[in-house]
């Protein structure tokens, strides 16, 4: 018998779906000033963005099959007091390559907690209602790309780039008390998978083979590298080509970040009407769209105006698809729900991971390469989901397996 989460319980997964946001959008603003201070190049700087997204991939891959197979909530706490500890190494590492390691380490504990939140929706949740929550997430977890930036420039008045990490680590401290007291254990025993991360190639194997659960993770995926090549680039190509200011940056990427919280609100009143693969293909062809203006706006050397309408349509357009994606491919792997999670959020962060240097390969002056990088993510997210056939419209949550 599922059960609704409780409204503090929703504010706690919420957080935990922050930690990406949370550990990239808040140290934004200090990357030119990590690459000043350690003597290291703009393409290194973004290295530093880059280990921190495959830390967060690979602790959800991670994290999800460990947590099918011994509950949701021990993982959880273990994940924090890790993410707590590679914070507080981060603020003291004394040069870019334990800086490296520590960032990895540090997205690796933060990515258990991303996966492990998706995975108690889906332990409580099913169809429609389950997109609903997985979008009521994003209102908590949004609020990540808007405070976090924000606080980061606002930090940088009175501390340096490790005060910013020291931050993280109280943050930390703060979601692990929450969690000990509202994050219940929503896995029973009975339900559990032996075998964790060892049977985890089984469950991997379904999933491959189901293109109800294909389309949307490489759709998401997709439309989270266009997101990624915009949070490594814009410090760059927004302070050093356009000349704003750190603080003057940090409201830009929260207004961003509030078009997400936007286009979240938008495709979750469209429910009521529209099934979430409509809801899916309109987000990601609003996202594909606001790419391709970033790219000729660039190339045709329109100015500041343009380029911030452009990216605000490419960046705020993931609020809407993210949420949509989730449910359509958890829909049917409830008895996997931590294996579904941990591969749909790695897919993302790898694909992340892999787009943040690149965007930095033509030097600190230069725009193209994120107005490449973003379009061809878009409408690769686009052409994965009209390649891959999809189920029917979810059903009632009644009718969760």
Known sequence: MQRALPRSTLWVLGALSAFGPLSTDMYLPALPAVARTLHISSSLAQLTLSVSLFGLAAGQLLAGPVSDARGRRRPLLAGLLAYIAASVGCAAAPSVGPLLALRFLQGLAG???????????????????????????????????????????????????????????????????????????????????????????????????????????????????????????????????????????????????????????????????????????????????????????????????????????AAGSIGGAVPMATALAMEHHARRAGTASGAFGFLQFAVGSAIAPLVGIAGPHSALPLAIAMPACSSGALLALGLTRLRAPLSAPADAT
Do not use: K
Request: aromatic share 6%.
């Open 111 to 313: 990515g258990g907690g991303i996966a492990i939140a998706r995975a108690v929706v889906r332990d409580r949740a099913s169809g429609l209602a389950a997109a609903r929550t997985y979008a009521a997430l994003m209102v908590v977890g949004g609020l990540g790309p808007i405070v976090a930036p924000i606080a980061g420039g606002l930090l940088l008045h009175v501390t340096d780039w490790r005060g910013i990490f020291a931050t993280l680590a109280v943050i930390g401290a703060v979601i692990l008390f929450v969690a000990i007291a509202f994050v219940p254990e929503s896995l029973a025993a009975r339900d559990r998978h032996p075998g964790g991360i060892g049977g985890a190639g089984g469950g991997l194997r379904v999933l491959a083979r189901d293109p109800g659960y294909v389309g949307p993770t490489v759709a998401a995926a997709l439309a989270f590298g266009t997101l990624m090549a915009y949070i490594a680039a814009s410090p760059f190509v927004l302070e050093r080509i356009h000349g704003l200011s750190p603080q003057q940056f940090s409201l830009v990427f929260a207004t961003n970040g509030a078009g997400i919280m936007l286009f979240r609100q938008l495709a979750t009143w469209s429910l009521r009407h529209r099934p979430p693969q409509a809801m899916l293909a309109a987000a990601l062809g609003c996202q594909a769209l606001g790419a391709a203006g970033v790219l000729v706006t660039v190339t045709l050397g329109l100015g500041l105006a343009p380029l911030l309408i452009c990216l605000f349509i």
